[in-house]
């Protein structure tokens, strides 16, 4: 009976030593890493079949509308064909990896399964269109893309993310506050 | 400084109880050294000892005033922090915003009262008090210091007065 | 001239003319196409689980064989614009749009109270009581501007708001106004009568604004003051060689 | 640079996608490792997320409607009305929009199949070609049959080249849709009285007051949308002057309940009735009463019709004094022994309305001159007979079917399956596995419509000649190849006198030739060869003349010749006439396979995915049934089981069963749901040699089993149920 | 005054053998009752646990079990419909609502007015009401389509900017009921701390660990009662209005929506009689089975307890008829078509017999029975009168939600409801209560014995002339 009345201390006595310590700590970090790499698979880049340098190809000054023309006219800007792709680099020497990855899928005739980076739920009706009509640039929403070689996602890219600009832009204008937060305007 | 000890006087009764607190105070020993510990609530005018301050009253009028302004937030603020109309009502409708006001205030004050309580009694304590089980069974306790050249003399009278026991309180784990 | 890009606001209207609709469904039908509804089988659909969001009701009048049913009358959400299953919505599932003056129903939003399905007075709402999935490939027909909505979500008639926004849209692109008509539901557009009508009502010169202002023009339960965007046409089908 | 997803990207985006996400919601994108595959290659016409819209003709009645297909990615995704077309202006039916459930219905025939020692197995399409190549040189001709469905299409024009070079028997097309529609019959009464073998075409939008005998013509009748289209203009009127629609017939069908008034005519009469009506309304407009009325009387005609003196008078005095009065023929009243003379008997009274070749009167439809030779009307049930007696002896030997699953459609009686088994070599062209099929030997399965080329002849409904085009509008979804490819292959593998006669590389060099006559003929298309009027002619979804117009009909005194009407006889004993008619969503069951079709409500009766009986209450109440007691129904030719559906604009003489569910085959949606009536049909014929389909007795008898039917329409708020 | 009262009069004397009836004129010492309550606890036989074993498989099954698979199959599987939109579900959280009402009621507002009867089984009551509460939030999750979402109506900062729409009665309810729940729940907590305390000075083992935590080191003094005390009484005050707005938003659930039948300005106050009556109606029930089973707790719940109840059942009974006049009245006067429908649908409609029941269970048999003492006192009848008021009372919200829902102003739509799985949840969730209370039986002490002993001092006999009658003096 004594020894069970003592359970509290014993609790106590465990709390002083380290290996407790040791294996609340291990498991806390665990659960963490378990949370944090859930998490981040969210918001990390995709693997993508070919690494595509966004940076050289803005350097020689590709405008992003070339490979990606339907941001300016419709709801998605598009990923070029491999045709596309296939038009430029017949051209050069094909010598790296990636651009060895683009030479066989051109021969094979096939398309780059490529791996969306911007994406939104399916139940979000996102259009490029206005966005570009409204004076948008590319940057504004995708980031320094033209920095980075493989496309990077930005965190935490959400309802209120989008919301926060929308009302940014129609400061002070009710009517056009009211289409840029209608509901309708990206969820139907 | 005297040296000070620590004594459990247990008593029967509230009568005798009430006797003995009066001893004490004619020996010496002040009313904020004496507390008395009993398993029902025995008021303080039963026992004539002053009477005790509690914080629990303004800690509900507090927490009703917190939990009214978490209210008036949530009823005026957050509809203006997105506004969204719905069935051609006000965007802040004046009586779905009272039902508002009037439940979170009565969560606040309730939930102040109730946390007022372990503030004012310091709940949870888990150290080691002095106490002895007897008094859940109806005993009342008189703990008090006392001058430890006084001692015997205290516990004669209090003896003397009906005290079942008189004893060096123990710190003992509850 | 004022800008037509910054041009917001239209208030949509439908005017349905009883007498003309004969009840072949075609709208029904025509709006599960558009708005990619499932189908709940034969058990859910006798149990009242069915998910058109338009149906044609018919009663009956008289004995035989002086019978005769009601003339056809369908019953789509009638888009109040004092809607009464809004304000019950906890989570603003339910809510006005500004921009089109209709009720939306944000699906995604919705956590499935039923609560405005049980506020509407014209029953206009269902549910998704399962996952009533499309087995493949009839997914394939799926439209991709409308949501696909799973188990336990409300939904009900938008106007075919897709529409409405692309056309919308597309006239801000070209930067002009939307013409009359230039946008119309599945149903209006399915009908082989014209007995639907579609536009907007906050165009006085459009058709559906002139139709409104017919003599037969009523609203259903108007009583209840929900302002419902539908108009219906009644009358004119008793014997009324000039009707 | 499209993203194309690919099919099983397009699964996980929709169905499992806006599901999976919205758990995750605050959390992000659920679909985050969605692969997108571009286009190795940018296909003509389409662009990133946008629609493709490509006009082509409805396939599922065949009225011929013009469609426009939206299509997004490569995939179907919604029918809309050709605005242009000049049958339903832009119009659709249930039945036209849940066309693509039949595109991608999940039990089509995905590749040819062949039976083999009872098993099917799947072949590959060079055999295929080999077997019927053999089954057209390796038979005599007259040993050969095909059987077609009831569509003026380009198939049809083909294998009628083909027999006709064969030297063999001119293809069948039969249709139980054409059979409901009495076509053959009306057909028949046309060129009796109008002196055209052709369909009448009534402009109901022109008449002010219009009687239907019969005739559902806002269901299924003959071209439905049209006959839509002519009822609101009528409606709307002219001047303010509303339209007024009486309808006759003995069971309150769709189109009745939109009309004005309805008259519950006894089965078999509504000749009879026509006829008092002519008669009364030339007494009403004074004068000589005509030959054809003469001997018409009034008394004898209310008291076998059912309907009293005094509304015959009511009604005749309506239609003497409408300015353009019309009288349409058509469905059940033609479906009796007596039918022709049913429908001369209306016709008659258009002419002595004097509307022929009037507005609101009746008119013919100009066919346009694409091979003329072509036969015009449906078959009758004599022809089938026929046929079937020809199986039955062993005298055909191979046998092609396409477009008609006569295995359900036909009546039992006429013991079609039976007559199969003699039948060497079956070679059915369905795209999904009917009945038909699954007795074939070799099931060829033809593309879809949505994805096929070809044409089809207006016959009526259009204001003008019209030729309806149709174009694939996706790539074929499974490996189906187009019957005429299939049939112009195996000629040209035959080669010889065949080939030769048969002179087409495929199926669209056989419609480039087939339209060269149009090319110089003035219509909406301009253009001075071939290739450039067949683009247009893919544009527009179809030719048609320049300027509306319809053919007046030359009239040799129909009101000179006395009519006489034979009395009703119905085959077999019971105390119910059988009314079967086509259900105004299934149409002749080749809808049942489709799930919103199944779910889409009847009009009448809000059932859902079932077959009921319509009996009036006060009769069921006389034999104790109730709502959803299943009966069983009984004639001398068969039985079926189907519940209750207490109707209560119904004769009480008459009961009511749609046509279209009961398949054995067919897929999930069609298999083993409702029961299918023609199996109680007796074989009564018309005066034209079709089927009376409306003379048949029958008998109930309870069987003390319960079903639910599945309906959109509250018992208790519809007919008070609980509430009394 | 004595610390421990004691008896006034040898027992043997006749005059005050009746008076010993009562509870509070029949003291005991406080340790004797100390180890009565703490018997009672531990006393279990392996009946209790074999029942335990078969609730918890009831609960296994029927609660969690059902309940995942009707979430990943979706609501289909139970009986709802259009229009029966709500169904069973909110009967069952309207029900247990009303249940829950019983512990506030008996422990805060006869505190509040002194009632004394009311001593021994405040415990018993309001663990009624936190497990009840328990059963009514499940429920309404039970009803939700998408549960797994539920959080969006809590009020909160998030990511997409939106914040719970407090148009909505529902989003009433959900702040009215977590006020509630918690407040119950630190209601029920408070006044147990003292015995929790006993417990602890009287236990070993596992149990002593329990209790130490539990009881936060209370010890008795005189600051910890005062605070406690004061607390006691706040709660005691600001909870009744808690506890009625919770079944007046209940009520306005219905109340609010624009149709036939529920659009009534009676039904809060209509509500609220309705949950005290199926509530108290339980509270019997309930001590009729405490006092059948546990030891030693035929000295503490005594017929003078189920009389007072009984009178409390008759009262309410009447004043639930009131309301439930006065509502039909006016639809029936005022009442427009569809209202007019809706009634003789309740009343000759093929579920008018549940109508019917509800009368007789909720009107006629308290009405025939309770006037009678003897009945009154007899925990038998009283277990049965309030078997059969809460099965009226289930009757009447299942007249006001699924068959009332059938009828609306779209005829065609019309549609009888047949209840699915919810049967079966339902059972899940009575279960629940009963394994949540039976467990708690042995944990927590179920009469107040502090409160028992507190009453037991301040009563006492006085004579008038030759009666003596009790009575109590104020001890604050």
Redo the contacts between chains.
């Keep these: 009976m004594l020894q069970r009345l003592k359970l509290l201390e014993r609790l106590q006595n465990l709390a002083r030593r380290p290996i407790f310590w040791i294996v609340t700590g291990l498991f806390t970090i665990l659960l963490a890493a378990g949370v944090g790499s859930g998490i981040r698979s969210m918001q990390a880049p995709p693997p993508q079949p070919l690494d595509f340098n966004h940076q050289v190809h803005v350097g020689l000054g590709i405008q992003c509308l070339y490979c990606h023309p339907g941001a300016w006219r419709q709801a998605a800007a598009g990923l070029p064909t491999t045709a596309k792709c296939w038009g430029c680099h017949q051209q050069m020497a094909n010598t790296k990896p990636a651009q060895q990855v683009l030479v066989a899928y051109a021969m094979a005739g096939e398309s780059i399964p490529w791996v969306p980076v911007f994406i939104q739920p399916d139940f979000v009706y996102f259009n490029h269109r206005p966005h570009i009509a409204a004076g948008l640039n590319c940057e504004n929403c995708h980031g320094e893309i033209s920095r980075q070689t493989v496309a990077q996602p930005i965190p935490r890219q959400n309802m209120g993310w989008c919301l926060d600009c929308h009302r940014g832009r129609a400061a002070g204008d009710e009517q056009m506050l009211a289409r840029l937060t209608d509901c309708a305007t990206c969820h139907r | 400084m005297e040296e000070h000890k620590t004594l459990l006087a247990l008593f029967e009764d509230l009568d005798p109880t009430a006797a003995a607190i009066e001893r004490l105070r004619k020996l010496g020993i002040p009313d904020d050294q004496m507390n008395v510990i009993s398993g029902i609530p025995v008021t303080e005018a039963m026992l004539g000892r002053p009477r005790q301050w509690s914080n629990v009253p303004r800690l509900a009028l507090g927490g009703s005033l917190g939990g009214f302004l978490v209210g008036a937030f949530l009823a005026f603020g957050a509809p203006l922090l997105y506004p969204i109309h719905v069935g051609g009502q006000a965007l802040i409708p004046i009586p779905p915003s009272i039902v508002v006001l009037f439940e979170l205030t009565m969560l606040g004050m309730l939930v102040s009262t109730f946390i007022g309580v372990f503030l004012d009694s310091y709940f949870p304590s888990y150290r080691p008090k002095e106490y002895l089980p007897e008094i859940s069974d109806g005993k009342i306790g008189i703990l008090f210091q006392c001058p430890q050249q006084k001692q015997a003399q205290i516990v004669l009278a209090l003896k003397k007065l009906g005290a079942e026991s008189v004893a060096p309180a123990e710190a003992r784990q509850l | 001239m004022s800008n037509p890009l910054e041009e917001v606001g239209h208030k949509w209207g439908m005017v349905i003319d009883q007498d003309l609709c004969t009840g072949c469904q075609a709208c029904v039908t025509a709006c599960a196409m558009e708005n990619n509804i499932a189908f709940v089988g034969e058990q859910d659909a006798a149990y009242g689980r069915s998910l058109q969001w338009i149906r044609v009701e018919r009663f009956w009048e008289g004995e035989f064989p002086e019978v005769k049913s009601t003339p056809f009358q369908p019953v789509l959400c009638q888009q109040c614009g004092q809607a009464p299953c809004e304000p019950v919505c906890p989570v603003y599932a339910s809510v006005h749009s500004e921009n089109q003056q209709i009720n939306i129903q944000v699906y995604n939003r919705c956590v499935g109270t039923r609560y405005c399905a049980n506020n509407c007075p014209y029953q206009a709402r269902v549910f998704n009581w399962r996952d009533y999935r499309e087995p493949g490939p009839l997914d394939n027909a799926l439209n991709p501007d409308v949501t696909v909505r799973r188990r336990g979500i409300m939904e009900k008639c938008t106007f075919c708001v897709q529409r409405i926004v692309q056309g919308e849209d597309t006239a801000r692109a070209e930067g002009r106004q939307m013409a009359d008509g230039e946008v119309v539901p599945a149903c209006a557009q399915a009908c082989p009568t014209e007995a639907i009508v579609f536009g907007r009502l906050d165009d006085p010169d459009s058709l559906v604004s002139r139709l409104k202002r017919d003599g037969r023009a009523v609203q259903l339960l108007e009583e209840l003051g929900t302002q419902p965007s539908v108009t219906y046409l009644k009358g004119g089908s008793s014997y009324g060689r000039n009707g | 640079m499209t993203e194309k997803l690919s099919r099983r990207d397009f699964l996980k985006l929709t169905a499992a996608g806006a599901g999976a996400t919205a758990v995750l919601t605050g959390c992000g994108p659920a679909s985050r490792y969605v692969v997108r595959s571009p286009y190795a290659e940018m296909p003509e016409y389409t662009y990133n997320g946008q629609s493709t819209f490509y006009a082509t003709t409805c396939r599922e009645c065949p009225a011929g409607c013009g469609i426009v297909v939206r299509t997004h990615q490569g995939r179907a995704l919604k029918i809309e009305g050709n605005p242009s077309h000049p049958v339903n202006l832009g119009k659709t039916c249930s039945r036209g929009q849940a066309a693509l459930q039949g595109l991608y219905n999940p039990d089509r025939v995905e590749a040819p199949q062949a039976l083999a020692a009872g098993d099917r197995q799947e072949i590959d399409w060079d055999r295929a070609i080999r077997v019927v190549r053999e089954a057209l040189i390796g038979n005599r001709p007259e040993e050969i049959a095909f059987l077609l469905g009831p569509s003026p299409d380009h198939l049809y024009d083909l294998v009628s080249e083909i027999m006709r070079s064969l030297g063999g028997p001119a293809p069948l097309c039969y249709g139980t849709q054409a059979l409901f529609e009495a076509r053959a019959t009306l057909v028949q009464a046309t060129a009796q009285v109008l002196n055209r073998t052709a369909l009448p075409f009534c402009d109901l939008g022109g008449s002010d007051v219009a009687f239907s005998f019969g005739a559902n013509f806002l269901e299924t009748w003959l071209s439905p949308l049209a006959y839509g289209r002519g009822f609101a203009r009528m409606r709307r009127g002219q001047v303010g002057r509303r339209g007024f629609l009486v309808q006759f017939e003995p069971r309150l069908s769709q189109t009745g309940a939109a009309a004005d008034e309805w008259i519950a005519v006894a089965p078999g009469t509504e000749g009879l009735v026509a006829l008092a009506l002519g008669r009364l309304v030339a007494e009403a407009r004074g004068g000589l009463v005509p030959a054809a009325y003469r001997e018409v009387d009034v008394a004898t005609a209310a008291e076998a019709s059912g309907v009293p003196e005094g509304t015959l008078t009511r009604l005749a005095g309506i239609f003497a004094n409408a300015e353009h009065p019309l009288a349409v023929p058509g469905g059940a009243a033609l479906g009796h022994v007596n039918g022709l003379e049913a429908a001369r008997a209306v016709l008659t009274l258009n002419a002595l309305a004097g509307n022929l070749g009037q507005p609101g009167g009746v008119f013919l439809t100009p066919v346009p001159n694409v091979h003329p030779d072509s036969r015009r009307g449906p078959d009758t049930l004599v022809e089938i007979n026929a046929l079937i007696g020809r199986m039955r002896s062993g005298q055909v030997k191979a046998l092609f079917v396409h477009g008609i699953n006569p295995a359900f459609e036909l009546p039992a009686a006429l013991g079609f399956t039976a007559a199969l088994e003699n039948v060497p070599q079956i070679i059915s062209f369905a795209s999904f596995p009917d009945e038909t099929a699954l007795l074939a030997d070799y099931i060829f399965p033809d593309h879809t419509p949505l994805e096929s080329w070809g044409y089809q002849k207006v016959r009526t409904g259009s204001d003008r000649a019209a030729l309806s085009g149709a174009q694939p509008v996706v790539v074929p979804f499974h490996n189906t190849r187009a019957t005429v490819d299939v049939l112009l292959a195996a000629i040209q593998a035959a080669g010889g006198d065949l080939a030769a006669g048969v002179p087409y590389s495929d199926e669209v060099d056989f419609l480039q030739q087939s339209l060269l006559t149009l090319v110089q003929e003035a219509g909406n298309i301009a253009a001075p060869e071939i290739r450039t009027f067949m683009t247009q002619f893919q544009q527009y979804g179809g030719w048609w003349a320049a300027e509306a117009g319809l053919d007046a009909p030359s009239t040799p005194a129909p009101l000179e010749r006395p009519l006489r009407l034979i009395e009703p006889e119905f085959a077999g004993e019971g105390e119910f006439h059988l009314h079967v008619y086509p259900s105004p969503i299934l149409g002749d069951g080749a809808g049942a396979n489709r799930p919103w079709l199944q779910e889409t409500p009847d009009p009448m009766t809000t059932v859902m995915w079932n077959t009921w009986v319509e009996i009036n209450p006060e009769t069921a109440d006389e034999l104790g049934l109730e709502d959803n007691d299943v009966v069983r129904v009984a004639s001398d030719f068969g039985a079926i089981e189907a519940p209750v559906y207490r109707y209560p604009a119904i004769r009480r003489d008459t009961i009511a069963i749609p046509f279209g569910q009961g398949h054995t085959a067919l897929g999930r949606y069609a298999d083993g749901r409702g029961a299918n009536p023609v199996a109680l049909l007796g074989l009564k014929l018309t005066g034209a040699g079709d089927l009376a389909f409306a003379a048949t007795r029958v008998r109930l008898e309870k069987t003390g089993r319960t079903s639910i039917l599945a309906r959109l329409e509250s018992r208790i708020g519809v007919y008070g149920e609980g509430l009394e | 005054?004595?610390?421990?009262a004691k008896p006034i009069a040898p027992a043997t004397h006749e005059e005050h053998a009746e008076s010993r009836q009562h509870l509070m004129l029949d003291p005991r010492?406080?340790?004797e009752m100390?180890a009565m309550v703490m018997e009672s606890m531990h006393t279990t036989s392996w009946k209790f646990w074999g029942i335990a074993f078969l609730l918890g498989i009831v609960v296994l099954v029927c609660l969690f079990l059902a309940w995942g698979y009707m979430i990943s199959?979706?609501?289909?599987?139970a009986g709802?419909?259009?229009?029966?939109?709500?169904g069973i579900f909110l009967v069952n959280t309207v029900f247990w609502i009303g249940i829950s009402h019983a512990g506030t009621f008996v422990s805060a507002l006869l505190r509040v007015f002194k009632a004394e009867f009311r001593r021994p089984f405040t415990r018993a009551a309001e663990l009624m009401t936190t497990f009840g509460l328990i059963q009514a939030g499940l429920s309404i999750f039970m009803?939700?389509?998408?549960?797994?979402?539920?959080y969006?109506?809590a009020?909160y900062p998030?990511?997409?900017?939106?914040?719970?729409?407090?148009?909505?009665?529902?989003?009433?309810d959900?702040?009215?009921i977590?006020?509630y729940l918690?407040?119950s729940t630190?209601?029920l907590?408070?006044p147990l701390i003292?015995d929790l305390?006993?417990a602890?000075?009287?236990s070993?083992?596992?149990r002593?660990?329990v209790y130490?935590?539990l009881?936060?080191?209370?010890?008795?003094?005189?600051?910890?009662?005062?605070?406690?005390?004061?607390?006691m009484n706040?709660?005691a005050f600001?909870?009744l209005?808690?506890m009625f707005?919770v079944h007046t938003?209940v009520a306005w659930?219905f109340a609010?929506?624009?149709?036939p039948g529920w659009s009534s300005t009676i039904f809060g106050p209509y509500f609220v009689v309705g949950a005290l009556h199926s509530g108290v109606a339980a509270v019997a029930m309930v001590l009729v089975v405490v006092r059948g089973t546990m030891k030693n707790m035929k000295y503490f719940i005594r017929a003078e307890h189920f009389d007072a109840i009984g009178k409390l059942m008759l009262v309410i009974s009447m004043g639930w008829a009131y309301f439930f006049f006065n509502d039909y009245l006016v639809q029936w006067y005022g009442g427009d078509h569809w209202t007019h429908?809706l009634l003789?649908?309740h009343e000759?409609?093929?579920l008018a017999w549940i109508w019917g029941l509800m009368l007789v269970c909720n009107v006629a048999v308290p009405w025939f029975l309770l006037w009678n003492r003897k009945i009154r006192s007899r925990p038998g009848w009283m277990f049965v009168i309030g078997l059969l008021i809460n099965v009226g009372m289930w009757c009447e919200r299942y007249v006001i939600i699924p068959i009332s829902?059938?009828i609306?102003?779209?005829?065609?739509?019309?549609?009888?409801y047949?209840p699915g799985i919810e049967i079966v949840l339902g059972i899940g969730t009575l279960a629940f209560f009963i394994l949540l209370y039976m467990l708690a039986s042995r944990l927590v002490p179920l009469v107040p014995v502090?409160e028992v002993?507190?009453g037991q001092?301040a009563h006492s006999l006085r004579k008038f002339g030759r009666k003596t009658v009790v009575s109590v003096s104020e001890?604050?």
Excluded: C
């Design positions: 005054m004595a610390a421990t010492p406080r340790g100390n199959e979706g609501l289909g599987v709802v419909n259009r229009p029966a939109y709500w009803h939700m389509g998408r549960v797994w979402l539920s969006w109506l009020p998030n990511a997409r900017g939106l914040w719970p729409n407090f148009h909505s009665p529902l989003a009433w959900f702040l009215a977590n006020t918690l407040a630190m209601y907590f408070l003292p305390a006993m602890r000075d009287r070993t083992g596992w002593k660990v130490r935590v009881a936060l080191g209370f010890r008795g003094t005189e600051g910890e009662w005062a605070h406690l005390r004061t607390a706040i709660f600001a909870i209005p808690v707005s938003i659930d609010a929506a624009s149709r429908t003789a649908w000759s409609g093929p829902l059938t609306n102003r779209m005829p065609f739509t019309w549609q009888s047949r502090w002993q507190e001092m001890l604050e």
